[in-house]
């Protein structure tokens, strides 16, 4: 249950981080316009990021330079001097060298929403945000957005107007019914060649098996994946009282529910399937964030940084 | 409290309804979109516990109208006590038993129930009571008198009676059931007229209730107040019966001579088991029987089976139903009458120019009658013998003296002469004949043709043209005629005239006969009277009124009055005596001719005449009609049934039920409840307006 206690560590981390209050996804959603909405969350993640104990890090660990004075003595790395007993500098890329792909699901199921947002406005701001984020770094951001089929497909470029472009396209409704991620999947293994970050936002409701299947298909095709696994706080907890007729968005089906009998086994069974998806996840060396509608982008957003820096741990302490 | 419709009470089961329905979660038409239903199991809606009752008041109110509705369905109110007395009065009723004795009531055991039913009715009178008993078939006989039974002494009115009915057996007679009820019910009325008190009246039918009934002159009778007849049927053990009727041969058309097969009806009873039987000649060994199949309800004309060779069968059997009596049928063949008509006159027989030849040829022999069509030229003498013979005497020419004698003797005797005027000189001899001397003619021949301007069918000889198909006379063109003063013949009375207002056709009277005149011949060269449709019927008419065709039918029913005199052309001068079929002789008085006596079915004879006349008398077919009468027939012909006999219990009961209903109307409890219920109603909607409005509240505080 690592999984599970990750976030609340993520969040306390932050606040104490920032220090100052993270924005409600609520209030957040009440600037209309995709692109102002993830300039406040960068800004405001950057703000506090100066008094993190966690700034300076950049996307994509570069390599060592020997330290010469002048240099900020802030990224001396001080294990590596207790090894060898010499002064290291830890060099970022700043370069256009990280690729990112953000795959956002826009079916029907990212629709609902209990709370004043959807899943699809929280993921549309979370794949902004990333967007936002990678390419003031100066990274290469594409994006590919689906439902059973691809709807959108924009190449990672960094160039002037590029985001402009992407945020246009996140703009869009949710339109289709299913979620079908091997499309999808096939499409990105097809065109990009170089080794990218792919990152999929997704509530990923669909039977495992068919999901298992295609997270080994992209994990298997040397990519570095992150899975922002997305879901509605009413989702997880079936937090209604009254006994109604739930129609399924997707399908559009009918039963009668009363949720106050149905809770129990259908938190058992999304809990399941939660944990399938996690444990394969694992499995497969897929970075794995679960994200509520709830929980404040900026935290999203550290996730995203805290994972990859534990992903150039784990791939540091793989080199040494 | 009681109630008038206590089954209405289970109702307040229904109070059940509004506590399931206050029990069962509602089940919300609302729909909630969700992302994905895979996770979810469908569940029905489910039933709270007792314990989450909600709206208990709603619940209350719901209860309480469904209480009141059933309640007042139920028709509640305060009970009383009874003031009148439950039982009817009991007075003396007057009453008249009506037994049938018609000949359907021979089938077996009918009249042992019959008299059963006598005895049942004369053990219901009480002491007060006053009783006629009638009999009837088609006519009603009294067998005691209200006033017969007063003067008989109380305790023996009912043997004494029973006694007298069953002396009587039922007879051969045809059923008339609406005249017996008629004369029923004037009995009432003529005791009423003698001023003796009568109570309630009452008329008890024993009767097998027959479809064949006659049931005449009750459709439109006025019942006296307060009459009422009670039906009781006797019922047959076996319900086949089938009967037969002889068609008599009335037509005429049959050629003379020829030996009529006689036809036969067999009807079968509608409630009948069996549709096959047999017909055979009774009494005529060697006669094969024939089969007759007769579905329930229908009948079958057939003809009688062939008699053998010279045998002659008067009495035909029907065999194979249940019930004999009206199994036989009398059967006689008709014999065909000889009729002579005499022309007086020399003319040549096949001469189409003279009148003889039209004359001879008018009458043709049919199976009823044969005429004989004889000349007598006035070289002949016209014998005593021939002028008793013959019913009609034509005369067309100049006729000697000698015969004027003859013919005047046998007018005299009411024989009919028709002359026919064929030229002017027979003016004398009509005049003679007439008793008018100088009587003349004038020879008229008309300028383009005569035709009968006016025709007398009041007269009996013209009364068979009188209907509108056969008046037209006008196809009758005549050439010539002779112009005669009708005024100066005594008694003459014109029977038809032509256009010009000359006689045409006159008769004067003479003695018992008639002397007939054509004033115009009906051979070619005077008219076109012997070619027309018109001349055979008129001469036909002319023989009917001289007497020359009598009535040959010879069936009649029991209970017809037979004209002797109809029956025989010969005259009727002695007393006339008949033979019954059971061989009894009826001696009828002198000049009487009339014969009523026919009781028996049979082959009844008149003796005294030579050759013996004989006539069958048969059983009327309408007793064939087995078949009880619909049960509502009586009714539907405006007659008082009386309601059936309800136990004295049962009467209380009804009586009781009378009150409650009367208790109930009067106390009107059930508009009270039902206004009770439309408050408590009214009452609910505003508690329930009230909820809604608080959860409403409640629901957006909290949201």
Same mark, same amino acid.
């Given at each position: 249950?690592?999984?599970?206690?990750?976030?609340?560590?993520?969040?306390?981390?932050?606040?104490?981080?920032?220090?100052?209050?993270?924005?409600?996804?609520?209030?957040?959603?009440?600037?209309?316009?995709l692109?102002l909405?993830?300039?406040?969350?960068?800004e405001?993640?950057?703000?506090?990021?100066?008094?993190?104990?966690?700034?300076?890090?950049?996307?994509?660990?570069s390599?060592?330079?020997?330290?010469?004075?002048?240099?900020?003595?802030?990224?001396?790395?001080?294990?590596?001097?207790?090894?060898?007993?010499?002064?290291y500098?830890?060099?970022?890329?700043?370069?256009?060298?990280?690729?990112?792909?953000?795959?956002v699901?826009?079916?029907?199921?990212?629709?609902?929403?209990?709370?004043?947002?959807?899943?699809?406005?929280?993921?549309?701001?979370?794949?902004?945000?990333?967007?936002?984020?990678?390419?003031?770094? #100066?990274?290469?951001?594409?994006? %590919? *957005?689906? =439902?059973?089929?691809?709807?959108?497909? +924009?190449?990672?470029?960094? &160039?002037?107007?590029?985001?402009?472009?992407l945020?246009?396209?996140?703009?869009?409704?949710?339109?289709?019914?299913?979620?079908?991620?091997?499309?999808?999947?096939?499409?990105?293994?097809?065109?990009?060649?170089?080794?990218?970050?792919?990152?999929l936002?997704?509530?990923?409701?669909?039977?495992?098996?068919?999901?298992?299947?295609?997270?080994?298909?992209?994990?298997a095709?040397?990519?570095?994946?992150?899975?922002?696994?997305?879901?509605?706080?009413?989702?997880?907890?079936?937090?209604?009282?009254?006994?109604?007729?739930?129609?399924?968005?997707?399908?559009?089906?009918?039963?009668?529910?009363?949720?106050?009998?149905?809770?129990?086994?259908?938190?058992?069974?999304?809990?399941?399937?939660?944990?399938?998806?996690?444990?394969?996840?694992?499995?497969? #060396?897929?970075?794995?964030?679960? %994200? *509520?509608? =709830?929980?404040?982008?900026?935290?999203? +957003?550290?996730?995203?940084? &805290?994972?990859?820096?534990?992903?150039?741990?784990?791939?540091?302490?793989?080199?040494? | 409290?009681?109630?008038?419709?206590?089954?209405?009470?289970?109702?307040?089961?229904?109070?059940?309804?509004?506590?399931?329905?206050?029990?069962?979660?509602?089940?919300?038409?609302?729909?909630?979109?969700?992302?994905?239903?895979m996770?979810?199991?469908?569940?029905?809606?489910?039933?709270?516990?007792?314990?989450?009752?909600?709206?208990?008041?709603?619940?209350?109110?719901?209860?309480?109208?469904?209480?009141?509705?059933?309640?007042?369905?139920?028709?509640?109110?305060?009970?009383?006590?009874?003031?009148?007395?439950?039982?009817?009065?009991?007075?003396?009723?007057?009453?008249?038993?009506?037994?049938?004795?018609?000949?359907?009531?021979?089938?077996?055991?009918?009249?042992?129930?019959?008299?059963?039913?006598?005895?049942?009715?004369?053990?219901?009178?009480?002491?007060?009571?006053?009783?006629?008993?009638?009999?009837?078939?088609?006519?009603?006989?009294?067998?005691?008198?209200?006033?017969?039974?007063?003067?008989?002494?109380?305790?023996?009115?009912?043997?004494?009676?029973?006694?007298?009915?069953?002396?009587?057996?039922?007879?051969?007679?045809?059923?008339?059931?609406?005249?017996?009820?008629?004369?029923?019910?004037?009995?009432?009325?003529?005791?009423?007229?003698?001023?003796?008190?009568?109570?309630?009246?009452?008329?008890?039918?024993?009767s097998?209730?027959?479809?064949?009934?006659?049931?005449?002159?009750?459709?439109?009778?006025?019942?006296?107040?307060?009459?009422?007849?009670?039906?009781?049927?006797?019922?047959?053990?076996?319900?086949?019966?089938?009967?037969?009727?002889?068609?008599?041969?009335?037509?005429?058309?049959?050629?003379?001579?020829?030996?009529?097969?006689?036809r036969?009806?067999?009807?079968?009873?509608?409630?009948?088991?069996?549709?096959?039987?047999?017909?055979?000649?009774?009494?005529?060994?060697?006669?094969?029987?024939?089969?007759?199949?007769?579905?329930?309800?229908?009948?079958?004309?057939v003809?009688?089976?062939?008699?053998?060779?010279?045998?002659?069968?008067?009495?035909?059997?029907?065999?194979?139903?249940?019930?004999?009596?009206?199994?036989?049928?009398?059967?006689?063949?008709?014999?065909?009458?000889?009729?002579?008509?005499?022309?007086?006159?020399?003319?040549?027989?096949?001469?189409?120019?003279?009148?003889?030849?039209?004359?001879?040829?008018?009458?043709?022999?049919?199976?009823?009658?044969?005429?004989?069509?004889?000349?007598?030229?006035?070289?002949?003498?016209?014998?005593?013998?021939?002028?008793?013979?013959?019913?009609?005497?034509?005369?067309?020419?100049?006729?000697?003296?000698?015969?004027?004698?003859?013919?005047?003797?046998?007018?005299?005797?009411?024989?009919?002469?028709?002359?026919?005027?064929?030229?002017?000189?027979?003016?004398?001899?009509?005049?003679?004949?007439?008793?008018?001397?100088?009587?003349?003619a004038?020879?008229?021949?008309?300028?383009?043709?005569?035709?009968?301007?006016?025709?007398?069918f009041?007269?009996?000889?013209?009364?068979?043209?009188?209907?509108?198909?056969?008046?037209?006379?006008?196809?009758?063109?005549f050439?010539?005629?002779?112009?005669?003063?009708?005024?100066?013949?005594?008694?003459?009375?014109?029977?038809?005239?032509?256009?010009?207002?000359?006689?045409?056709?006159?008769?004067?009277?003479?003695?018992?006969?008639?002397?007939?005149?054509?004033?115009?011949?009906?051979?070619?060269?005077?008219?076109q009277?012997?070619?027309?449709?018109?001349?055979?019927?008129?001469?036909?008419?002319?023989?009917?009124?001289?007497?020359?065709?009598?009535?040959?039918?010879?069936?009649?029913?029991?209970?017809?009055?037979?004209?002797?005199?109809?029956?025989?052309?010969?005259?009727?001068?002695?007393?006339?005596?008949?033979?019954?079929?059971?061989?009894?002789?009826?001696?009828?008085?002198?000049?009487?001719?009339?014969?009523?006596?026919?009781?028996?079915?049979?082959?009844?004879?008149?003796?005294?005449?030579?050759?013996?006349?004989?006539?069958?008398?048969?059983?009327?077919?309408?007793?064939?009609?087995?078949?009880?009468?619909?049960?509502?027939?009586?009714?539907?012909?405006?007659?008082?049934?009386?309601?059936?006999?309800?136990?004295?219990?049962?009467?209380?009961?009804?009586?009781?039920?009378?009150?409650?209903?009367?208790?109930e109307?009067?106390?009107k409890?059930?508009?009270?409840?039902?206004l009770?219920?439309?408050?408590?109603?009214?009452?609910?909607?505003?508690?329930?307006?009230?909820?809604?409005?608080?959860?409403?509240?409640?629901?957006?505080?909290?949201?």
């Amino acid at each position: 249950m690592r999984g599970l206690a990750e976030p609340i560590q993520s969040t306390r981390a932050a606040s104490a981080a920032s220090g100052r209050p993270l924005i409600d996804p609520a209030t957040l959603m009440s600037i209309k316009n995709l692109e102002l909405r993830a300039r406040v969350v960068v800004e405001g993640f950057w703000h506090g990021l100066h008094r993190s104990p966690y700034h300076g890090f950049s996307v994509e660990f570069s390599e060592y330079r020997q330290y010469s004075p002048g240099d900020d003595p802030r990224y001396l790395d001080w294990k590596l001097y207790a090894r060898s007993d010499r002064y290291y500098i830890k060099k970022f890329e700043d370069e256009t060298n990280l690729r990112c792909h953000l795959m956002v699901d826009q079916s029907r199921s990212m629709s609902y929403g209990s709370l004043a947002c959807t899943k699809a406005q929280y993921a549309n701001t979370l794949a902004a945000t990333l967007a936002y984020f990678l390419s003031l770094q #100066g990274d290469a951001v594409g994006l %590919l *957005t689906f =439902d059973e089929r691809i709807r959108d497909y +924009l190449p990672a470029r960094h &160039r002037p107007g590029h985001l402009r472009h992407l945020m246009i396209r996140l703009e869009q409704p949710p339109a289709g019914n299913a979620t079908d991620l091997a499309a999808p999947l096939h499409r990105i293994v097809r065109t990009v060649k170089k080794r990218s970050l792919l990152v999929l936002i997704s509530d990923l409701l669909g039977p495992i098996g068919t999901l298992e299947k295609d997270l080994t298909a992209l994990a298997a095709c040397g990519h570095e994946v992150m899975l922002f696994h997305l879901l509605d706080p009413a989702e997880l907890t079936l937090s209604f009282d009254k006994a109604v007729m739930f129609r399924d968005v997707e399908t559009g089906r009918q039963v009668f529910i009363d949720p106050v009998t149905a809770r129990k086994g259908y938190v058992q069974r999304l809990e399941a399937h939660n944990l399938n998806v996690q444990i394969a996840c694992r499995r497969l #060396g897929i970075g794995y964030r679960r %994200l *509520t509608t =709830d929980r404040p982008l900026e935290l999203a +957003l550290f996730d995203f940084l &805290r994972e990859r820096m534990q992903r150039g741990k784990r791939i540091r302490r793989r080199a040494g | 409290m009681s109630f008038l419709a206590p089954l209405f009470l289970i109702g307040t089961l229904a109070v059940a309804l509004p506590v399931v329905f206050h029990l069962v979660r509602r089940s919300s038409k609302e729909h909630m979109p969700f992302s994905s239903i895979m996770f979810l199991q469908p569940a029905p809606p489910r039933v709270t516990k007792r314990s989450r009752l909600e709206h208990i008041l709603l619940l209350l109110l719901r209860c309480l109208v469904v209480c009141l509705l059933a309640l007042a369905f139920s028709r509640p109110f305060f009970q009383r006590p009874m003031t009148a007395s439950p039982l009817p009065e009991a007075t003396g009723r007057a009453v008249v038993v009506l037994v049938d004795t018609s000949a359907s009531m021979k089938r077996e055991g009918l009249w042992a129930q019959a008299l059963d039913r006598v005895d049942a009715a004369l053990k219901q009178t009480g002491p007060g009571d006053q009783l006629e008993v009638l009999i009837f078939d088609r006519r009603v006989r009294t067998v005691v008198s209200f006033e017969q039974w007063n003067q008989m002494d109380i305790g023996q009115r009912a043997a004494l009676t029973l006694a007298r009915i069953s002396d009587i057996k039922p007879g051969w007679s045809s059923t008339q059931l609406g005249g017996a009820l008629i004369a029923a019910a004037e009995s009432f009325a003529e005791a009423d007229k003698e001023g003796r008190n009568l109570g309630r009246r009452q008329i008890i039918l024993i009767s097998d209730m027959q479809e064949g009934a006659r049931l005449d002159g009750l459709q439109g009778y006025e019942w006296p107040r307060g009459t009422e007849v009670q039906v009781e049927p006797v019922e047959p053990k076996r319900p086949t019966n089938a009967g037969v009727q002889w068609l008599a041969a009335n037509d005429d058309s049959a050629n003379a001579g020829t030996n009529l097969v006689a036809r036969i009806r067999v009807s079968n009873s509608a409630n009948a088991t069996r549709e096959q039987f047999k017909l055979h000649w009774a009494d005529i060994p060697g006669a094969a029987p024939s089969d007759v199949y007769v579905p329930p309800g229908q009948s079958r004309i057939v003809p009688a089976p062939p008699l053998p060779a010279n045998a002659i069968g008067e009495r035909l059997v029907l065999t194979g139903d249940d019930d004999d009596f009206d199994n036989t049928v009398y059967v006689l063949q008709p014999q065909a009458e000889h009729v002579s008509v005499l022309f007086a006159g020399d003319e040549p027989e096949n001469d189409p120019a003279q009148p003889f030849y039209y004359l001879k040829r008018a009458f043709q022999p049919t199976s009823r009658e044969i005429v004989e069509v004889t000349a007598r030229g006035s070289s002949a003498e016209l014998t005593p013998t021939d002028l008793a013979g013959a019913r009609l005497l034509v005369a067309a020419n100049n006729l000697p003296d000698s015969r004027m004698t003859a013919l005047q003797t046998f007018m005299a005797g009411g024989g009919t002469v028709l002359f026919v005027m064929t030229n002017a000189s027979v003016a004398g001899d009509v005049g003679r004949l007439a008793d008018a001397d100088g009587f003349t003619a004038d020879e008229i021949t008309a300028p383009n043709y005569a035709l009968l301007g006016m025709v007398d069918f009041n007269h009996p000889i013209f009364a068979p043209f009188a209907d509108a198909r056969f008046n037209d006379f006008t196809k009758i063109h005549f050439w010539k005629y002779r112009r005669v003063d009708a005024s100066k013949l005594p008694g003459a009375r014109v029977l038809a005239k032509f256009d010009s207002g000359d006689p045409a056709f006159l008769e004067i009277p003479r003695g018992n006969g008639r002397l007939l005149v054509l004033t115009s011949g009906w051979q070619p060269a005077d008219s076109q009277l012997a070619v027309s449709t018109k001349f055979v019927p008129l001469l036909c008419s002319i023989l009917d009124l001289s007497g020359g065709i009598h009535s040959t039918l010879a069936q009649f029913h029991i209970g017809d009055e037979v004209d002797l005199a109809s029956l025989t052309p010969a005259a009727i001068t002695s007393s006339l005596s008949v033979r019954k079929p059971d061989g009894a002789v009826v001696q009828l008085a002198a000049g009487e001719t009339r014969f009523s006596d026919t009781d028996l079915p049979g082959i009844y004879a008149v003796t005294s005449l030579q050759p013996a006349v004989r006539f069958a008398v048969n059983l009327d077919g309408a007793e064939s009609r087995t078949a009880m009468l619909p049960a509502d027939e009586l009714q539907r012909l405006g007659v008082p049934m009386k309601a059936r006999e309800i136990a004295v219990s049962a009467q209380i009961e009804q009586k009781r039920r009378l009150h409650d209903s009367e208790l109930e109307d009067r106390q009107k409890l059930w508009r009270w409840l039902t206004l009770t219920a439309l408050m408590v109603l009214l009452g609910e909607t505003f508690v329930a307006g009230w909820l809604t409005r608080r959860t409403a509240v409640q629901t957006g505080a909290q949201s």
